[in-house]
């Protein structure tokens, strides 16, 4: 199994800065996209970031992501945080077990991000 690992949330005042972390571990062969989600209690799970195994991006507005993957990792900055920002946010990684297989879709727990005003 592939169980994937947040970290780097918190309480953040406006105007600042956070770091997050999502680490993969279990049977893997190769990680092929990654990516950042958030979602609010209001809203569905929506896309911030992501990158793919060659190393191409996008992400939204204030945020950056990048992937170590010889540590199974990926990791979104962001910077200059608003009000808005708060969410839980999700990792999600498309984890090929074995050569012969189809990547499969795996998430994280979440981590909250609250930024206040």
């Known amino acids: 199994q592939v169980q994937l690992v947040e970290s780097g949330g918190g309480l953040v005042q406006a105007g600042g800065s956070l770091r997050l972390s999502c680490a993969a571990s279990g049977s893997i062969f190769r990680i092929n996209e990654m990516g950042w989600y958030r979602q609010t209690p209001e809203n569905q799970r929506a896309l911030v970031a992501r990158i793919t195994s060659g190393g191409s991006t996008y992400a939204t507005g204030r945020f950056t992501i990048s992937r170590d993957d010889a540590k199974n990792m990926v990791f979104l900055e962001m910077s200059s945080l608003k009000p808005e920002d708060t969410a839980v946010y999700y990792c999600?990684?498309?984890?090929?077990?074995?050569?012969?297989?189809?990547?499969?879709?795996?998430w994280g727990q979440g981590t909250q991000v609250t930024v206040s005003s």
């Open positions: 999600k990684m498309m984890v090929v077990i074995e050569p012969s297989q189809y990547p499969r879709q795996y």
